[in-house]
C-alpha cells in the first residue's frame, strides 16, 4: 500500500499437492484515479532452486573439509564449521573477524598462491601451511578457483582444505624409519643378501663393493652362486634348500668367493628364512662377514706359538751349552798357555779353542734372538747391527751358496732404536733376498751397502733374484700379502718390518732392479749428539793370553776364592786354571757346602752361578748369595756372579743387583781379569789357612 510494489519468495501448497512449492513473487499495485483497484503478481516455480540451495548449504555445514569464500583485499566471507574447527576458532563469527593474512604462515607463499589462482582455472593439491588460533601450524592441501563478473574481474575466491598434519607427521616418522633401516643395513659390517625362493637376489646392501668389489646392482643381476667356489657351492644350495621348505631354522657355512679383482675371499654366511605378514617363507636372508683376514691371523698365532715355543727350546738349548763351551773353551786356553806343549799340539788346541768361540758365538746369537726385545732405545753402530745379523744367517747363506757383500762404513752415525727389533727387519730382508735368489738359482748374490747424509743412514739389501713384479710393489708391504708360492710365506714379514721402522722414526722402500732382482732400502734417522755404541761381540771373548794379566799375579797371589756353582766341569776348570795363577781356590756344589767352607776360614771372592740346582730345585744364585753374605762375619768376601744368560750393561746390571758377573762362556784369562778389578782397590786381608 505504501511502496506500491513488493518482491519476496512466497510458500504455496498447491491443489491436490501435499508438499509445499516455492514461488518467487514481483507484485504491482493496480491504480485508477489514485487508488488500488487491483494488484498484479508475476509468480516463478523456485522450488527446485530453493531444494538445491538447502542441499549445498547442509553440504557446506557437514563436509569435513574445510570450505571458504575469501576476497581479492584479503576478507573472509564465509567459512564451514569445518575449517573453523581445523583453525582452533570457537565461531564463525571469530574467524570472519580475521584477515587471509593472519593464518598464513609464508606470505610469499600466499602472493604466490593468489598469482596462480588469478592464471588458472582451478588450482589443485597444492600444499599451504596455516596458522590456528593458538598459534601452531597445521599442513593443509588447498583447492582453490576464482569467481569473476561479466567483465572478467575477480571478486571472490573460494575452495576448500584438507588437514594432512597427522600424515605428514606419519609419512616423517615412515622416513626416518625407512632411513634409519637404510642406514642400518649400509653401518652394518656384514654384506646382506636376501634371495626369492626361486633363488633371485631382492636385495643387495652396499657392502658388497667394500667386501667383494661389486656393486649392489652387478650382483643383484649374477645368478646365486656366480662368485662361489665349485667345491663349496654344493653345500650352500642344500642349505639354500633346506631353509626354503622350512627345514632349518637358521645355519652357518663358511664359503669361498671370488672377489672382483680375481683373489678368494673367505665368507662366514649365516642363512635365516625370510617371513611376509602371513608368516609365509617368502625368501633367504643371508648375512655373511669377511673372515678371511682372521682365518690367516689365526694361523699366523699358531705359527707364532710353535716359533715361541721353540725360542724357548734353543733359549733352554743355549743355556745349558754354555757350560760344556765354557769347560772347552777353560781348557784348551789352559793346555794351550801351559809350558813344554809342541807346536802341532798347540795347533790342534787353537782350531779346538777357535771352534768353541765360534759354536759359542752361535749360542749367544741364539739367545739374543730369542729372549724378549729390551724395550729400552740407546744409540746403535748399524755396522754392528748388520754384522751381528749375517752372523745369525751365515749358516744357511753358506749351505745355500750365496755369497754376502758387505764391507763396514767408518765414520758412520748412530740411531737410535732398538737391537733386537732392528735386527730383526735385517734378519728378515736377508732372509727374503736368500729366498728370492733360491727361487731361480742354486747361487747368489746379496750386497749390503751403508751410506749416510745430514740426517739419515741408509741400509741397502740388494739381490740378484726373481725380482718383484711392478705391479706386486705397491702391495708388498700389505698385511697378509705375499708373493711367494702356497704355503711359503704369511705375508707379514714385511708389514712387521715397516712397522718397527716407522716406530724408529724411519721407512723402508723397495725397487725392481732393471738387470733383476730386488733392492730394499731402511732409513733410519740418525741419532743427533750421541755417538753409536757397538753391539758386545757375542760369545766371542778377546783372545787375551794368560801372559797379559800375569803382570796382575802379586795382586792375585794368594788370595782366596770360594766357587759355588753346581756344574762339576766349571768347577773343575776354576779350580785349575786359578789355582795355577797362585790363587787359593775351593769348589762346592751347594750353599751349604759354601756355609761349612766359610765357617772354617774367610774368602776375598765368592764365584756364584745364578742359577744353582739343590735337591731337584732350583735355586737363585743372588738369594744363595745373600744367604751367605748374611751369615759369615766380617770381612765378607766380594761377590762376582757367573751366568749362561744374557747380561746386558748399565742399567740392567744395576737393575738386576749384577754389579759384577761373568757370562758363559768365559775363559781363565776373563776370570782372572775381574777379579783384579775386584781387588785392585782392597788389600789381602785374608789367607787361606
Avoid at 512449492?21 to 489514485?34: G, L, N, S
Avoid at 766371542?540 to 759355588?564: I, Y
Wanted: glycine content about 6%; overall charge negative.
Amino acid at each position: 500500500m505504501d511502496r506500491r510494489h513488493w518482491e519476496g519468495i512466497v510458500q504455496i501448497r498447491l491443489k491436490s499437492q501435499s508438499s509445499v512449492f516455492y514461488f518467487d513473487c514481483v507484485a504491482h499495485a493496480m491504480m485508477r484515479a489514485d487508488k488500488i483497484h487491483g494488484i498484479t503478481i508475476l509468480a516463478r516455480d523456485v522450488t527446485a532452486l530453493r531444494k538445491n540451495e538447502a542441499r549445498f548449504t547442509e553440504l557446506f555445514e557437514s563436509l569435513q573439509e574445510g570450505i571458504y569464500i575469501i576476497t581479492p583485499e584479503g576478507s573472509i566471507l564465509d567459512a564451514n564449521p569445518a575449517l573453523v574447527r581445523m583453525l582452533g576458532y570457537e565461531s564463525k563469527e571469530d574467524l570472519l573477524k580475521r584477515e587471509v593474512a593472519e593464518i598464513f604462515v609464508d606470505q610469499a607463499e600466499r602472493k604466490l598462491l593468489q598469482e596462480q589462482v588469478e592464471h588458472q582455472s582451478m588450482l589443485q593439491g597444492r600444499e599451504i601451511t596455516l596458522i590456528r588460533k593458538d598459534g601452531t601450524s597445521i599442513v593443509c592441501l588447498n583447492t582453490a578457483a576464482a569467481v569473476r563478473d561479466n567483465a572478467g574481474n575477480v571478486v571472490r575466491y573460494q575452495g576448500a582444505v584438507m588437514d594432512i598434519t597427522e600424515r605428514r607427521e606419519m609419512e616423517r616418522r615412515l622416513h626416518q624409519q625407512q632411513e634409519f633401516a637404510r642406514r642400518l643395513v649400509d653401518s652394518f659390517p656384514d654384506l646382506i643378501l636376501v634371495l626369492d625362493t626361486s633363488a633371485n637376489y631382492t636385495f643387495v646392501s652396499p657392502r658388497s663393493k667394500e667386501i667383494l668389489g661389486f656393486e649392489p646392482e652387478e650382483i643383484a643381476a649374477m645368478d646365486f652362486g656366480h662368485c662361489g667356489h665349485p667345491e663349496d657351492m654344493p653345500a650352500v644350495l642344500v642349505l639354500y634348500g633346506d631353509i626354503v621348505a622350512g627345514r632349518q631354522t637358521f645355519a652357518s657355512l663358511e664359503v669361498r668367493i671370488r672377489h672382483k679383482l680375481g683373489e678368494w675371499r673367505r665368507i662366514r654366511f649365516n642363512f635365516s628364512p625370510l617371513w611376509d605378514a602371513k608368516g609365509e617363507n617368502e625368501g633367504v636372508v643371508l648375512s655373511g662377514r669377511d673372515v678371511t683376514d682372521l682365518k690367516r691371523l689365526e694361523e699366523q698365532l699358531i705359527q707364532a706359538e710353535k716359533l715361541a715355543a721353540m725360542g724357548q727350546m734353543l733359549a733352554g738349548v743355549a743355556h745349558e751349552l754354555n757350560n760344556p763351551l765354557t769347560a772347552i773353551l777353560g781348557v784348551t786356553e789352559l793346555l794351550r798357555e801351559r809350558e813344554g806343549t809342541d807346536d802341532p799340539t798347540k795347533r790342534q788346541l787353537e782350531l779346538t779353542h777357535r771352534q768353541a768361540r765360534r759354536a759359542a758365538r752361535i749360542v749367544q746369537n741364539l739367545l739374543e734372538f730369542s729372549r724378549p726385545a729390551s724395550p729400552h732405545k740407546k744409540s746403535l753402530d748399524v755396522n754392528s747391527l748388520v754384522e751381528r745379523t749375517l752372523q745369525l744367517h751365515e749358516h744357511s747363506l753358506r749351505r745355500n751358496n750365496i755369497e754376502v757383500e758387505f764391507r763396514p762404513e767408518s765414520g758412520l752415525p748412530g740411531v737410535i732404536g732398538d737391537a733386537n727389533q732392528l735386527i730383526q727387519v735385517f734378519l728378515n730382508l736377508v732372509t727374503n733376498a736368500e729366498q728370492a735368489i733360491r727361487e731361480i738359482r742354486d747361487s747368489g748374490r746379496i750386497q749390503v751397502r751403508l751410506t749416510s747424509n745430514a740426517s739419515r743412514v741408509r741400509v741397502t739389501v740388494q739381490d740378484d733374484g726373481i725380482g718383484i713384479r711392478p705391479e706386486a710393489l705397491p702391495r708388498i708391504f700389505d698385511p697378509f700379502y705375499t708373493t711367494k708360492r702356497p704355503g711359503g710365506g704369511t705375508g707379514l714379514g714385511l708389514s712387521i718390518c715397516m712397522s718397527i721402522i716407522r716406530e724408529h722414526g724411519g721407512n723402508i722402500e723397495a725397487e725392481t732392479l732393471p738387470a733383476g732382482g730386488t733392492a730394499f732400502t731402511v732409513s733410519l734417522p740418525i741419532a743427533i749428539g750421541q755417538p753409536p755404541e757397538p753391539l758386545p761381540a757375542p760369545a766371542d771373548v778377546r783372545d787375551v793370553p794368560l801372559e797379559a794379566v800375569r803382570p796382575a799375579a802379586e795382586l792375585l797371589k794368594d788370595r782366596t776364592v770360594l766357587v759355588l756353582d753346581d756344574e762339576e766341569s766349571i768347577r773343575m776348570l776354576l779350580d785349575e786354571g786359578l789355582s795355577a795363577q797362585g790363587l787359593q781356590v775351593d769348589c762346592v756344589a751347594t750353599v751349604e757346602e759354601a756355609l761349612t767352607h766359610l765357617k772354617r776360614s774367610p774368602y776375598d771372592v765368592l764365584l756364584c752361578d745364578l742359577h744353582l740346582s739343590s735337591g731337584g730345585f732350583a735355586v737363585d744364585g743372588r738369594d744363595a748369595a745373600r744367604r751367605i753374605l748374611e751369615t759369615v762375619s766380617a770381612p765378607k768376601p766380594a761377590v762376582i756372579y757367573m751366568t749362561g744368560d744374557l747380561v746386558e750393561g748399565g742399567e740392567d746390571t744395576a737393575r738386576r743387583d749384577l754389579h759384577f758377573c761373568l757370562q758363559k762362556p768365559f775363559r781363565i784369562s776373563e776370570v782372572l781379569a775381574m777379579l783384579r778389578d775386584v781387588l785392585a782397590a782392597a788389600p789381602a786381608e785374608t789367607r787361606h789357612g
